[in-house]
Every structure is written in structure tokens, then in C-alpha cells.
């Protein structure tokens, strides 16, 4: 059902050939999570993958994103958390819940997505992201206000290649309301300010649950510069959002909760962006966990269907795959059903893999894209004479029962206790987060990482 018609795939490692495809009607592939679960035919793909674009600089305060960085990389980077006031990095981890979805989305996808729901979009108008597209006519520089807009136009034969961050603001925050922490934000608002002396010389202020894409209020913005930052502006720039953004009204919610909803969220988020302005403290970065850099994938100039090899549970092996085959596909075909077929929506989790030691959902990653990387399956994880510790920690905890979400958090359990061996129990639920079981629920799972972990559980004194 996946990966719709995809009947060539080319891999480039030089920009100007990727461009070249592209105006050949070639359609580009970053982290795939939305190209290949949707219903669009793409008869021929162009993998950004090895071009590069994976960086993360800091150029006297300015900040350039490659495009490829993704959701989780940006999460996980202190000088993304830094030259952003921790904005971006609040705005990736609350956009997508699930780490396995992180590490494939990317920046660039993301924006060029553009999802009117989209809370990284929203971080970045606030901080006034300029983005970079090449074409074959040469660069194209878009601010976000005019690329979030409708970024199909800006990247029209072109590849989004960076995002430009200049200079840190002093205070920012990010406000979300939703249904379900993992579900997507009803209204989200991102704020950035800087000051001039005592007076807010800068505020940047970005709505989602809005018709259309994500937008800044300069009417609000306006009530704040030049201002004290007293409570009464910050009251009166809530009011200018209720009154002037056009929220949307559809089946999630009504414009009229929006609307309040964001004026509540907008107030907050500029009470807690000014107290980090004039405290000059950044909120605490969560624990990043420490994975060796992926490997680079090299060229593929064009593959249609052939072997590929893939290094599976420390074994080579060579399945037999289509350019538009899945990672989860070639596992399955090969005989490695611990690996589980769900939703193949990246919805789940229950495909997960570890890829190069992170968590990915398999369903939404072509097997091409696996090619010289360590694939590990539960299969490679214990054996049923010799489990693995996270395998007998379920067990003795009781954290089994049909088995089918399983293989998926016990890799995850694993990812994360070899990169923090004593997680806090926010961090073993940040962990599973993405997995959805039908059967124990989120507490069993939760206890059996903790006892794998060493730590007592729940329910031991
Ligand atoms: C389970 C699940 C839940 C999700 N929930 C949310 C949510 O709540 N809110 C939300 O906003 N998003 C959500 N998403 C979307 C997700 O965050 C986006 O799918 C992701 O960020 C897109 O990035 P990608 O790298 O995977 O893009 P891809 O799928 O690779 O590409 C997306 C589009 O952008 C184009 N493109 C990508 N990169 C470039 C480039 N550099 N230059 C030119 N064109 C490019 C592609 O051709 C394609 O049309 C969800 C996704 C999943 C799987
Ligand atoms: S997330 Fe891959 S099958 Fe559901
Ligand atoms: S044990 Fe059945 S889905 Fe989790």
C-alpha cells in the first residue's frame, strides 16, 4: 500500500544533479514520513539523503540548519537550544511524541509539509527562519513569513537546502493545547522576545489552529515593542490575537474555543518568554542521548529492484527488494516477523527497528535507505533460553500479553538504557511514547524498562 508507485529511486550525492531530477519531475524524499504514507502515486523519487544536508553550524550567533536535520537531531542539539532560546527544541518534541517518527522527519520536510497544525512551523516564524532554496536558475533566499505561506511555490524545481536562524532571542516559550499530549495541538502558540534596555524592542508572536497555515499577529506584536512587557500589555497583545487571527472551525474544535483557548496560551507564553528575558536563564535542555552519528549513506544513481544488503542482527543479508519496498517489507519477506505490521502510517510504532542504534518506525523508511547500515529486530535482542535483561524485565514484570507492541518497546527500552542507563520515569514514557498497546497499557511497559534499568518499580516500596 506504501511507498505508492515508486518506480526508480536516485540517491545523488551532488546537489546540482538532485536539482536536475527535480525539474525532470522527480519528486524529493527527505524523511519520507509523509511522502510515503500518502495515497499521492510518485512514480520516481530523489533521496536527499546523501547530499549532505545534515548539518548543524553556529556562525556568530546565527544559526544554519541543514535541511536534512532531523526533528529529533534539532531536539537533541544544546546549540539548537541555545541560538533558538530553547524554542525550536521545545517545538520539535511537542510536535511529534514519537522518537521513531523524530529520527526520520526532518526540518525541511516539515516545513515544506507544511502542516496548518504544525508547531515547528509556528517556532519557525517566531524566529524569523529565512530559507534557502537552490535552483537551477541559483539560490532562492524566502523569509518565513513568505515561504511558510505557501512553501510549494519557493520550492517549485528546487530543493529546500538550509534554514537560517539569525541571532538568539532573549526570551521565548511554547503554549499547546491538545486533546492528548500525543495528539496534534488544537491551538499552539510560539513567542520570541528581545529587549532594548527595559523596553521589549522585539516580539514575535505565531499562531497554529488557524485557517491555513501557521501565522504571526503583528497587530499583537505591535502592542508589545516599544512596551514595558507590563501585565497590561501582555494583556492587551492576548486580546489583539483573540480578536484579530482567524481560527479555524472544524470538527476537533470550534473557532470560538480557539479563539479563547489562544488568548489564554498567548498571555502565558509572553509572561514566561519576558521572565526568561530578564532572568538571562535558559530553560534546563532535557537529557540528550548520546548515539554515534548515523552512517553516511553514499550515492545510488538510479535502482529500480535488485538486492540490497543489509546488515541485520550483525548477519549480511541481501533480500531481494523494489525501489518502493520498505524497510518493514524486506524484514518480513526475509523471515524476521518479530518486526510487526501495523498501521503503516508511522501511527503505531509497532514496526520499530533500531537503524544505526536509533528507534525508527520501518514502514516509513524505503529498505534502499538501509543499505551499509546495522539493523538490529527483537530477533537479534535475546534469545528464549538467554533473554535479553529488557526482555526478562517484561516478562517478570508482566508487561507481555498479545506480544504484538513487544518487539517495539523492548527495542526502544534498549536505545534508551544504553544511552542513559538510569532514565527518569518522564524519560522511560518519552521512550515509548509512538508505541501503542492495545492490550497492558502504559504503566506494566513503564515498570518493566525501570526494573531492566535497575530501579524499583511502581508498585515496590
Ligand atoms: C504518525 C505521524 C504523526 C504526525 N503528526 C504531525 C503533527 O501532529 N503535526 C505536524 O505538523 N506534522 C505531523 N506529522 C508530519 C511529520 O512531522 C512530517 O511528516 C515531517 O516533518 C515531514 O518531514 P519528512 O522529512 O519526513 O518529509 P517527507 O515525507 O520526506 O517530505 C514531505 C514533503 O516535502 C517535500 N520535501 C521534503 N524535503 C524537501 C526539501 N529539502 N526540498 C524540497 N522538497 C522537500 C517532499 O517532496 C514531500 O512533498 C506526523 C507524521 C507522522 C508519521
Ligand atoms: S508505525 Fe509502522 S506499522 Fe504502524
Ligand atoms: S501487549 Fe498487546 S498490544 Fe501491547
Known amino acids: 500500500m506504501l511507498a505508492r508507485g515508486i518506480r526508480s529511486y536516485h540517491r545523488p550525492s551532488r546537489l546540482a544533479e538532485a536539482i536536475e531530477l527535480v525539474k525532470q519531475g522527480a519528486v524529493p524524499l527527505a524523511g519520507g514520513t509523509r511522502l510515503l504514507a500518502s495515497a499521492r502515486e510518485i512514480p520516481n523519487v530523489v533521496d536527499l539523503a546523501a547530499l549532505g544536508l545534515d548539518q548543524v553550524e553556529l556562525d556568530d550567533g546565527d544559526l544554519r540548519l541543514g535541511a536534512l536535520v532531523t526533528l529529533q537531531a534539532a531536539a537533541d542539539s544544546p546549540i539548537v537550544h541555545s541560538a533558538t532560546g530553547a524554542l525550536l527544541t521545545a517545538a520539535c518534541r511537542a510536535q511529534q511524541p514519537s522518537r521513531m517518527v523524530r529520527n526520520l522527519a526532518t526540518l525541511g520536510g516539515e516545513s515544506v509539509f507544511a502542516s496548518p497544525d504544525s508547531e515547528v512551523a509556528a517556532a519557525l516564524l517566531a524566529l524569523n527562519t529565512v530559507f534557502v532554496v537552490e535552483r537551477s536558475d541559483g539560490p532562492l533566499e524566502s523569509p518565513a513569513l513568505r515561504f511558510l505561506r505557501n512553501p510549494a511555490e519557493d520550492v517549485a524545481q528546487g530543493i529546500l537546502t538550509s534554514l537560517f536562524v539569525p541571532g538568539a532571542p532573549e526570551g521565548t516559550a ?199 547500515r546495522n539493523v538490529q529486530t527483537v530477533e537479534g535482542l535475546g534469545t528464549p533460553d538467554a533473554l535479553h535483561p529488557v526482555q526478562q524485565a517484561f516478562v517478570d514484570t508482566g508487561a507481555v500479553q498479545c506480544g504484538y507492541c513487544t518487539p517495539a518497546m523492548e527495542l526502544c527500552a534498549k536505545a534508551l538504557l544504553e544511552a542513559l542507563p538510569d532514565p527518569t520515569e518522564g524519560e522511560v514514557r518519552e521512550a515509548l511514547a509512538g508505541c501503542l498497546c492495545r492490550c497492558i497499557g502504559y504503566v506494566k511497559p513503564v515498570q518493566a524498562v525501570q526494573r531492566a534499568a535497575g530501579g524499583a518499580t511502581a508498585d515496590e516500596p
Open 174 to 372: 511554547l503554549e499547546r493545547v491538545a486533546v492528548l499530549p500525543s495528539a496534534p495541538a488544537l491551538v499552539a502558540v510560539a513567542v520570541a522576545v528581545s529587549f532594548s534596555g527595559d523596553q521589549c524592542g522585539r516580539a514575535r508572536i505565531a499562531l497554529t489552529g488557524l485557517v491555513g497555515a501557521p501565522a504571526r499577529v503583528p497587530e499583537a506584536e505591535n502592542r508589545m515593542e516599544g512596551s514595558h512587557a507590563e501585565d497590561a500589555d501582555i494583556e492587551r497583545a492576548a486580546e489583539q490575537v483573540a480578536t484579530r487571527a482567524p481560527f479555524r472551525d472544524d470538527a476537533h474544535a470550534p473557532a470560538a474555543y480557539r479563539r479563547q483557548v489562544a488568548r489564554v496560551l498567548t498571555r502565558r507564553a509572553l509572561h514566561r518568554a519576558v521572565k526568561q528575558a530578564r532572568s538571562g536563564q535558559l530553560p534546563a535542555a532535557p537529557r540528550s542521548r548520546p548515539t554515534s552519528r548515523g552512517r553516511a549513506l553514499v550515492a545510488l544513481p538510479y535502482f529500480t529492484s535488485g538486492r540490497v544488503e543489509l546488515n541485520v542482527n550483525g548477519e549480511t543479508r541481501r533480500p531481494e527488494v523494489e525501489a518502493r519496498t520498505t524497510l518493514l517489507d524486506a524484514l518480513r519477506r526475509d523471515g524476521l516477523w518479530g518486526v510487526k505490521h501495523g498501521c503503516e502510517t508511522g501511527e503505531c510504532g509497532a514496526c520499530t527497528v533500531l537503524v544505526d542504534g536509533r528507534p525508527v518506525v520501518s514502514c516509513l523508511m524505503l529498505a534502499l535507505r538501509a543499505q551499509g
